[in-house]
């Protein structure tokens, strides 16, 4: 008999560093006890993050472990997921911590984002697998609730913002990838307003469960006789089980589980191909009726955009648990003796938190995890303010809707990217051990590995950012982000502390607007083979960017409050640390970015010069 699995929670997070962020540097409370967010305090929106930081310590993350461990498996013909996550799925929905961000009129306590993206980010921290599930089935609430007839809001979007049923979303098919606009699954008109939907779709995260009664999967389709590429695909509601009017379930609907895939992480979520009409009866619904016929690109993104935040959260999520916990091990594990007595054999052995380079890779941990949490909470923020703007303001709402729009390739990748380099220095820093499943961060670098490549790989968000956000209101976006970090440069360039450190930021601002001028070029001068080889780098330069301006802007606020703050009392280490992170990161990672675009300059094509022959003759 093997021996059951130990349920242990392994997950931390830093809710000083949330609180810090949400109401000392970007002043989330000046939005709240208004229009949308009467109902949100300060004090409302501290017990909420307390309480779910609690929660998940003691519900989902004591089973991250046991998903990682068990993963998913097929029984007669369905997905049985890991135990304890139908409990947990029950308890999540129970606890409300799913439905904060949802609207009222569906249930929801209509949050700010910035809020609901922090509560994902416990979720996702404490158990990754497990929060894929609740995470798709409140996306595609979100969008039958956007684009949905009545009917269909009124059937479908309580029973997914209340956990009732799941949903997925199903882009992509085995020979196309990322390739979308390839796709072969074919939607035939019935004459009732269905469609009869045939084809295979895989990569489907949640495909299949047994948490809930019902999957609602979003699939995109081409109605036969539509344009090729992706202007010709229609996204259909094409639930596992038919349900009638008021939601009672009737006969299975011919989506059938073809495999799941077996992977190098998040083991706990289940990823499948899907099979649409095998035996001719499946059947899905146009999301808006017949006028939306070939508008499945537009309605989908609505969920893409939230889904490409969410993994950035992902990727946060796991470094800051990663990072905090090899903190804990560094203070506790004594190894070597200090520098100072190196060549004394007899010398009492210190906490590796003592040695230089555990300290370098902490602190670097530090900065980056602090600064991409900076960066999502920049976005939340605008999106939090454009809410609160809306009939109000609506220049003012332009502009904030621009930078979101800018921000979300950058949180998308940056977050993946650095979220599993992140991962990578903790196991260094634990040595050995850290390599071992004795410690959690192994599994985080397993898991987080996936981010940087689903919900759209980190070159198509690089693409995304230079090919269409760069010049989305004729670069007037692009000129506004700039600007910004131009007026703190200006306000702080002479501080006695940060001025340094502000000055460089000055030079990276410099770099990336020429960057960005360069790019404009290639493209308007035909030379479009080079903007793919530098849309990775550009994209990082500007994450770089941004991150280190964040952290600079918390430095100095941190700078001041420490101030009025005991050398005794708590605060004045986090604000210690704060301008520490910021100023390690200006002078370490900051200074790359000016270097990076004299590498856009140098206008390199190697990789489209090399005869395809010539990498390798094997």
Same mark, same amino acid.
């Given at each position: 008999m093997s021996k059951p699995i130990q349920a242990i929670n392994r997950y931390k997070a830093d809710l000083r560093e949330m609180f810090f962020l949400l109401f000392e540097q970007f002043r989330l409370q000046d939005l709240l006890g208004k229009d949308p967010f009467e109902a949100w305090g300060e004090e409302e929106i501290r017990q909420s993050l307390s309480g779910c930081y609690r929660w998940v310590r003691e519900v989902t993350g004591p089973l991250n472990v046991v998903g990682d461990t068990q993963g998913c498996r097929i029984e007669d013909g369905r997905v049985k997921t890991p135990d304890g996550f139908k409990d947990a799925w029950q308890k999540l929905f129970e606890a409300g911590?799913?439905?904060m961000g949802a609207d009222p009129e569906h249930g929801g306590a209509g949050a700010p984002y910035s809020v609901t993206v922090l509560i994902e980010e416990l979720c996702s921290g404490a158990n990754t697998s497990f929060t894929t599930y609740p995470g798709l089935a409140f996306g595609v609430g979100e969008v039958v609730a956007a684009f949905g007839t009545p009917e269909q809001k009124h059937l479908y979007c309580a029973r997914l913002f209340d956990g009732r049923w799941a949903g997925t979303m199903c882009l992509t098919e085995p020979h196309a990838g990322s390739d979308v606009g390839s796709a072969r699954t074919v939607a035939r008109k019935n004459g009732d307003g269905s469609y009869a939907l045939s084809g295979t779709k895989c990569f489907i995260t949640g495909g299949d469960q047994d948490l809930t009664e019902n999957i609602i999967p979003l699939v995109l389709a081409r109605v036969e006789g539509a344009p090729p590429g992706t202007k010709g695909l229609t996204l259909f509601i094409v639930p596992r089980i038919r349900p009638d009017a008021d939601g009672a379930l009737g006969?299975?609907?011919?989506?059938?589980? /073809?495999?799941?895939?077996?992977?190098?992480?998040?083991?706990?979520? &289940?990823?499948? @191909?899907?099979?649409?009409? %095998?035996?001719?009866?499946?059947?899905?619904?146009?999301? /808006?009726?017949?006028?939306?016929?070939?508008?499945?690109?537009?309605? =989908?993104?609505?969920?893409?955009?939230g889904a490409r935040i969410g993994v950035g959260i992902q990727g946060l999520a796991v470094a800051s648990s990663a990072y905090l916990n090899a903190l804990e091990y560094a203070r506790e594990r004594r190894q070597g003796a200090s520098i100072t007595h190196w060549k004394d054999a007899t010398a009492p052995r210190v906490p590796i938190l003592e040695h230089a380079d555990v300290r370098r890779m902490l602190l670097d941990m530090k900065a980056r995890v602090e600064g991409i949490r900076a960066l999502a909470l920049k976005l939340t923020h605008h999106q939090d303010t454009v809410r609160s703007l809306a009939g109000k303001d609506e220049k003012a709402a332009a502009y904030h809707q621009g930078q979101v729009d800018l921000l979300v390739p950058l949180v998308?990748?940056?977050?993946?990217?650095?979220?599993? $380099?992140?991962? %990578?220095?903790?196991?260094?820093? +634990?040595?050995?051990?850290?390599?071992?499943?004795?410690?959690?961060?192994?599994?985080?670098? $397993?898991?987080?590995? #996936?981010?940087?490549? +689903?919900?759209?790989?980190?070159? #198509?968000?690089? =693409?995304?950012?230079?090919?269409?956000?760069?010049?989305?209101a004729g670069g007037a976006n692009l000129q506004a982000y700039l600007g910004d970090i131009l007026a703190f440069v200006g306000k702080n360039r002479d501080d006695a502390v940060l001025g340094p450190a502000v000055k460089r930021l000055a030079l990276a601002q410099e770099a990336v607007a020429g960057s960005a001028m360069r790019l404009l070029m290639w493209f308007q001068t035909g030379n479009l083979s080079l903007v793919p080889?530098?849309?990775?780098?550009? @994209?990082? =330069?500007? &994450?770089?960017?941004?991150?280190?301006? @964040?952290?600079?802007? /918390?430095?100095?606020?941190?700078?001041?409050?420490?101030?009025?703050?005991?050398?005794?009392?708590?605060?004045?280490?986090? +604000?210690?640390?704060? #301008?520490?992170?910021?100023?390690?990161?200006?002078?370490?990672?900051?200074?790359?970015?000016a270097f990076k675009a004299e590498l856009l300059g140098d206008e390199d094509k190697s990789p489209l010069e090399i005869p395809d022959a010539a990498f390798a003759t094997t």
């Open positions: 911590w799913k439905t006969a299975l609907n011919d989506v059938v589980l /073809g495999s799941i895939e077996h992977k190098m992480g998040i083991n706990g979520s &289940s990823t499948c @191909l899907l099979n649409f009409g %095998e035996s001719g009866g499946c059947i899905g619904w146009p999301v /808006g009726g017949e006028e939306k016929i070939n508008q499945g690109m537009p309605q =989908m993104f609505k969920m893409m955009n998308k990748a940056y977050g993946s990217d650095q979220g599993f $380099r992140v991962c %990578e220095t903790a196991i260094q820093t +634990y040595g050995g051990a850290g390599y071992t499943r004795d410690y959690p961060v192994e599994q985080y670098c $397993r898991d987080s590995k #996936i981010f940087s490549i +689903y919900e759209g790989t980190n070159h #198509i968000q690089a =693409m995304d950012l230079v090919g269409r956000k760069l010049g989305q080889l530098a849309a990775n780098r550009f @994209l990082e =330069m500007m &994450s770089e960017l941004t991150v280190a301006w @964040l952290l600079l802007e /918390g430095a100095a606020i941190a700078q001041a409050k420490q101030k009025d703050v005991a050398p005794e009392h708590p605060d004045h280490a986090f +604000y210690v640390g704060k #301008i520490h992170a910021a100023i390690f990161y200006a002078r370490n990672v900051l200074p790359a970015v």
